[in-house]
């Protein structure tokens, strides 16, 4: 794998300046005739300012632009990250080429990165992205267009909807069939295709969701929203992941209502955003359950109303005591392990909603108590990230009204070269809350 690791150092020594100031004329540039910087400068220069208030005169077209980008991939399990240059992407229809702006560090892609969950390699990771429209497709419905048009800032969703199968069809977004049959299962987009190919070599590289920690990615339109002025590129891309699985988990699965008392298993991005959701439906009690004090003490400014750490308290009995003997109106395992399924099934109160949101290794088991979940009326409930059509916009504006907290809820900003390291810090518990990495 000798990858032109002195033309990669090269590039990182290039800075990306950003600056408002508009090429009157970039048509001329032939994009072969681009070398990296100059590739830089034309994006940063002629797009617009980071937030995209302005346009250049003649749009800009990913054809008059970069040739080449560069984005981190993954080989195979337990071996580091490597940066490598791919050959530009290219949208199809109702696909949409966007500038990378920023990519939450995310488990899901850990497990990847462990071999714990089996995906197509090699292949670009990252799922939770914010970044700018650069180009459509061709054949591109015209309504997609007008409502994402180029120079557009947008947030994605990690389930990115065909919006025509079976659930699609139904508003289920979230059990896309195109979605779990081509990328979870294949790595490709929804005609059996891979957008990535490395530079020179033409190799296909897979894509788990868009392949976000790119500088570049191809986004199915269903998948977007239109990310407002106000809202920040790096923090907002927790939209697409850690707030989307809380919003799915508590509006779908659980649907809170106010009162609702709530436990929450694991602080980690995904149950960090839960508390903060369960707050905006007005749960009464918030109860977060962790191993580390430093996770359950931020865990109050996110709206948690008890803390529990787990190594030094029995959770169900603590989570019974806090609720008068009787359990949570809804549990909500976020971390993926076999005792804290069990954990969670046991916290809710007689006709209670536990619900599964982490993920695990393939093919692992939990258990329950028959007797207990039929009759005392248990709901086990799984729920996997929301619904991007619907959920997207109102997650949007949760955040712009300020009662989804993503300032707080970002813990550590990365830059692009730090990947490798963020999700090992990640692995180590070393992140209270959640990275993103900027890749401006
Ligand atoms: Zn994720
Ligand atoms: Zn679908």
Not at 355 to 383: C, F, P, W, Y
């Amino acid at each position: 794998m000798a990858f032109r690791r002195s033309s990669i150092l090269l590039r990182r020594a290039i800075g990306s300046s950003r600056t408002a100031a508009v090429y009157s004329s970039h048509s001329s540039l032939l994009r072969d005739s681009l070398d990296y910087s100059d590739c830089r400068r034309w994006f940063s220069s002629s797009v617009s300012d980071s937030k995209g208030t302005a346009m250049s005169a003649a749009g800009y077209h990913v054809s008059n632009g970069p040739a080449y980008m560069r984005g981190a991939v993954f080989w195979e399990p337990n071996k580091p990250l490597t940066f490598e240059d791919f050959e530009m992407p290219r949208p199809k229809a109702n696909e949409i080429l966007i500038k990378t702006k920023a990519c939450g560090v995310c488990h899901s892609d850990l497990h990847v990165i462990k071999g714990e969950l089996p995906f197509a390699s090699p292949c670009v990771i990252g799922h939770e992205v914010t970044g700018e429209v650069v180009e459509h497709g061709p054949l591109t419905d015209s309504k997609i267009i007008e409502r994402f048009p180029v120079g557009s800032q947008v947030v994605g969703a990690f389930i990115m909807p065909c919006g025509s199968c079976f659930f699609c069809s139904k508003g289920q977004d979230d059990l896309c069939e195109s979605f779990f049959a081509y990328n979870r299962a294949k790595g490709t987009l929804y005609d059996g295709e891979t957008r990535l190919f490395l530079r020179g070599s033409g190799k296909p590289v897979y894509m788990y969701s868009m392949g976000g920690l790119a500088e570049f990615c191809v986004v199915p339109a269903h998948g977007l929203t239109v990310l407002p002025n106000s809202l920040p590129y790096t923090e907002s891309a927790i939209l697409g992941c850690a707030v989307f699985t809380a919003y799915g988990a508590m509006a779908h699965a659980a649907q809170v209502h106010p009162g609702d008392a709530i436990a929450v298993i694991g602080i980690g991005g995904v149950g960090s955003s839960c508390l903060q959701i369960a707050r905006a439906f007005g749960a009464s009690e918030i109860i977060a359950v962790d191993v580390q004090d430093e996770k359950l003490q931020k865990a109050k400014t996110f709206g948690a109303t008890h803390a529990i750490n787990a190594r030094k308290e029995d959770t169900v009995a603590k989570i019974k005591e806090i609720t008068g003997g009787r359990g949570v109106d809804v549990a909500v395992e976020a971390l993926g392990k076999a005792q804290t399924f069990s954990q969670c099934v046991q916290s809710v109160r007689d006709g209670g909603k536990a619900v599964m949101i982490g993920l695990t290794l393939s093919g692992a088991k939990g258990e329950v108590d028959i007797n207990h979940l039929v009759r005392r009326q248990i709901k086990v409930i799984g729920s996997y990230g929301a619904r991007a059509r619907q959920d997207l916009p109102k997650l949007i504006k949760l955040a712009e009204r300020g009662i989804f907290n993503l300032e707080a809820a970002v813990s550590r900003k990365c830059k692009f070269e730090e990947a490798g390291q963020a999700y090992k810090d990640l692995d180590n518990g070393g992140i209270v809350g959640r990275a993103v990495i900027e890749i401006m």
